[in-house]
Protein backbone atom coordinates (compact mmCIF):
# COMPACT_ATOMS: atom_id res chain seq x y z
CA UNK A 1 0.00 0.00 0.00
CA UNK A 2 1.25 3.39 -1.06
CA UNK A 3 0.04 6.18 1.12
CA UNK A 4 0.55 9.84 0.44
CA UNK A 5 0.79 12.96 3.13
CA UNK A 6 -0.08 16.30 2.75
CA UNK A 7 -0.46 18.63 5.46
CA UNK A 8 -0.65 22.21 7.18
CA UNK A 9 3.12 23.56 8.75
CA UNK A 10 3.59 26.03 11.42
CA UNK A 11 1.63 23.72 14.12
CA UNK A 12 1.51 24.09 17.78
CA UNK A 13 3.04 22.09 19.83
CA UNK A 14 0.00 20.64 21.23
CA UNK A 15 -1.88 20.13 18.19
CA UNK A 16 1.58 18.65 16.98
CA UNK A 17 1.60 16.09 19.60
CA UNK A 18 -2.29 15.03 18.70
CA UNK A 19 -1.56 14.97 15.09
CA UNK A 20 1.64 12.65 15.51
CA UNK A 21 -0.49 10.47 17.95
CA UNK A 22 -3.14 10.08 14.92
CA UNK A 23 -0.59 9.44 12.28
CA UNK A 24 1.01 6.34 14.51
CA UNK A 25 -2.71 5.30 14.74
CA UNK A 26 -2.69 5.53 10.72
CA UNK A 27 0.26 3.67 10.32
CA UNK A 28 -0.16 1.28 12.62
CA UNK A 29 -3.29 -0.26 10.86
CA UNK A 30 -1.24 -0.79 7.66
CA UNK A 31 1.19 -4.04 7.37
CA UNK A 32 4.71 -3.17 7.54
CA UNK A 33 6.44 -4.79 4.74
CA UNK A 34 3.50 -3.61 2.30
CA UNK A 35 3.53 0.09 3.60
CA UNK A 36 5.59 2.91 1.46
CA UNK A 37 4.86 6.33 2.53
CA UNK A 38 5.00 8.83 0.06
CA UNK A 39 6.15 12.19 0.99
CA UNK A 40 7.90 15.60 0.04
CA UNK A 41 9.59 15.66 3.70
CA UNK A 42 8.56 19.16 4.56
CA UNK A 43 8.72 20.22 7.92
CA UNK A 44 4.92 19.54 9.91
CA UNK A 45 2.80 16.00 8.80
CA UNK A 46 4.93 15.08 5.80
CA UNK A 47 8.41 14.42 8.08
CA UNK A 48 6.25 13.14 10.76
CA UNK A 49 4.34 10.85 8.78
CA UNK A 50 7.89 10.08 7.28
CA UNK A 51 9.36 8.84 10.23
CA UNK A 52 6.30 7.22 11.97
CA UNK A 53 6.38 5.07 8.46
CA UNK A 54 10.41 4.52 8.93
CA UNK A 55 10.11 3.74 12.43
CA UNK A 56 7.27 1.10 11.56
CA UNK A 57 9.25 -0.78 9.39
CA UNK A 58 7.58 0.61 6.11
CA UNK A 59 9.82 1.90 3.36
CA UNK A 60 9.50 5.85 1.82
CA UNK A 61 9.52 7.59 -1.30
CA UNK A 62 10.62 11.35 -1.63
CA UNK A 63 9.26 13.47 -4.11
CA UNK A 64 11.44 16.71 -4.26
CA UNK A 65 9.33 19.55 -5.88
CA UNK A 66 12.41 21.85 -6.54
CA UNK A 67 16.25 21.95 -6.65
CA UNK A 68 15.63 24.37 -4.18
CA UNK A 69 13.28 23.24 -2.18
CA UNK A 70 15.62 22.20 1.22
CA UNK A 71 16.94 25.92 1.08
CA UNK A 72 13.71 27.20 1.40
CA UNK A 73 12.03 24.86 4.08
CA UNK A 74 13.31 26.35 7.83
CA UNK A 75 17.12 26.05 8.37
CA UNK A 76 16.80 23.76 11.56
CA UNK A 77 14.42 21.23 9.61
CA UNK A 78 17.57 20.56 7.38
CA UNK A 79 19.12 18.30 9.35
CA UNK A 80 15.59 15.81 9.72
CA UNK A 81 15.11 16.35 6.07
CA UNK A 82 18.65 15.29 4.80
CA UNK A 83 18.09 12.36 7.21
CA UNK A 84 14.61 11.32 6.02
CA UNK A 85 16.04 11.93 2.56
CA UNK A 86 19.07 9.76 3.21
CA UNK A 87 16.84 6.93 3.79
CA UNK A 88 14.34 7.09 0.98
CA UNK A 89 14.14 3.88 -1.27
CA UNK A 90 13.73 6.27 -4.24
CA UNK A 91 13.37 9.51 -4.89
CA UNK A 92 11.33 11.16 -7.73
CA UNK A 93 11.78 15.09 -8.63
CA UNK A 94 9.55 17.33 -10.63
CA UNK A 95 12.49 18.96 -13.01
CA UNK A 96 11.69 22.55 -11.17
CA UNK A 97 14.48 24.50 -10.08
CA UNK A 98 13.05 27.31 -7.95
CA UNK A 99 10.82 26.45 -4.95
CA UNK A 100 7.48 28.19 -5.63
CA UNK A 101 4.02 26.89 -4.82
CA UNK A 102 3.61 26.16 -8.77
CA UNK A 103 6.46 23.49 -7.93
CA UNK A 104 5.50 22.80 -4.57
CA UNK A 105 1.73 21.95 -6.49
CA UNK A 106 3.51 19.73 -9.62
CA UNK A 107 5.18 17.33 -6.68
CA UNK A 108 2.72 17.29 -4.75
CA UNK A 109 0.46 16.15 -7.88
CA UNK A 110 3.54 13.45 -8.71
CA UNK A 111 2.75 12.46 -4.90
CA UNK A 112 -0.56 11.68 -6.27
CA UNK A 113 -0.35 10.00 -8.96
CA UNK A 114 2.53 7.64 -7.08
CA UNK A 115 -0.68 6.62 -3.87
CA UNK A 116 -3.00 4.11 -3.11
CA UNK A 117 -4.26 6.71 -0.21
CA UNK A 118 -3.56 10.30 0.77
CA UNK A 119 -3.30 10.96 4.31
CA UNK A 120 -4.12 14.94 4.64
CA UNK A 121 -3.57 16.67 7.57
CA UNK A 122 -6.38 19.22 6.75
CA UNK A 123 -8.73 21.63 9.07
CA UNK A 124 -10.96 21.87 5.70
CA UNK A 125 -10.58 25.37 5.43
CA UNK A 126 -9.32 27.47 2.24
CA UNK A 127 -5.41 27.22 0.82
CA UNK A 128 -3.82 30.08 2.03
CA UNK A 129 -1.74 30.18 -0.92
CA UNK A 130 -1.72 28.28 -4.56
CA UNK A 131 -0.41 24.58 -4.06
CA UNK A 132 -1.97 24.14 -0.21
CA UNK A 133 -3.25 21.41 1.43
CA UNK A 134 -6.82 22.18 0.00
CA UNK A 135 -5.35 22.29 -3.16
CA UNK A 136 -3.66 18.90 -2.69
CA UNK A 137 -7.00 17.12 -1.67
CA UNK A 138 -9.02 18.90 -4.17
CA UNK A 139 -6.88 17.49 -6.91
CA UNK A 140 -6.44 14.03 -5.38
CA UNK A 141 -10.66 14.28 -5.40
CA UNK A 142 -10.53 14.83 -8.96
CA UNK A 143 -8.02 12.11 -9.93
CA UNK A 144 -9.93 10.05 -7.59
CA UNK A 145 -7.36 8.77 -5.23
CA UNK A 146 -9.00 8.27 -1.56
CA UNK A 147 -8.30 10.83 0.74
CA UNK A 148 -8.33 9.96 4.62
CA UNK A 149 -8.67 13.71 6.81
CA UNK A 150 -6.88 14.15 10.24
CA UNK A 151 -7.65 16.76 12.09
CA UNK A 152 -8.14 17.00 15.92
CA UNK A 153 -11.46 18.32 16.93
CA UNK A 154 -11.25 22.03 18.36
CA UNK A 155 -7.37 22.40 16.84
CA UNK A 156 -6.60 25.13 14.73
CA UNK A 157 -3.89 26.89 12.97
Not at 76 to 95: F, I, K, N, P, Q
Not at 98 to 116: F, K, N, R, Y
Request: proline share 4%; charged share 25%; aromatic share 6%.
Amino acid sequence: MRVGITGHRGLSTEVEERIRAMLGEVVSGYEASELVAVSCIADGPDAWFAEAVLKHGGRLEVVVPAVEYRENLPEWHHATYDVLLSRAADVHETGMTASTPEAHQAGSEILVGLVDELVAVWDGKPARGYGGTADVVAYAERCGTPVRILWPEGASR
